[in-house]
């Protein structure tokens, strides 16, 4: 599904991939790369995640003992988002990528948040559509983008089941 938002008149110039790592996200990093490709467009990989203490403060005895923890889990985010998309990108040597690592208590909105920050042109994100009727053709993170979307939107589905 591509859903397009009324500022989007021209190329894109700045995708915006979110992924939560599974295959349904490959094939959007796939076409948000290949959308970048053709509009000389430049990528962030975006993935959103829940802080460690369950949407609480971090421990004080923790902070005390580890005090850059939340910049290396970060950074291990990223780590891991190169690694999952390294033989994707290398399909399209000459797009510009970034990859980042936030703490939200929502995917949906962080990734609305994010989008905002950076001026996207798009958002690219796999959805699963598989919670209940009202979210089966899209998937409730995707859903919810949509009613606080910046932007244009670029929902992949899932390959279907052979």
Not at 97 to 113: D, F, K, T, Y
């Amino acid at each position: 599904m591509f859903a397009v938002h009324r500022s989007g008149g021209g190329p894109f110039r700045r995708i915006l991939i979110a992924t939560d790592f599974s295959q349904t996200s490959r094939l959007a990093l796939s076409h948000g790369l290949r959308l970048a490709d053709i509009d000389a467009a430049s990528v962030e990989i975006l993935h959103v995640y829940a802080d460690p203490w369950g949407h609480g403060a971090e421990p004080e005895w923790h902070q005390r003992a580890l005090p850059d923890f939340a910049d290396q889990y970060a950074e291990r985010v990223c780590e891991t988002s190169r690694s999952w998309a390294a033989a994707t990108l290398h399909e399209f040597p000459s797009v510009r990528v970034e990859h980042v690592a936030l703490r939200h208590n929502s995917p949906s909105q962080g990734i609305v948040e994010r989008a905002a920050a950076i001026n996207a042109d798009l958002i690219a994100i796999g959805t699963k559509g598989s919670t209940n009727l009202r979210y089966i053709f899209l998937g409730s993170t995707a859903e919810r983008i949509l009613r606080g979307v910046p932007c244009s939107v670029l929902a992949v589905k899932p390959d279907p089941i052979d």
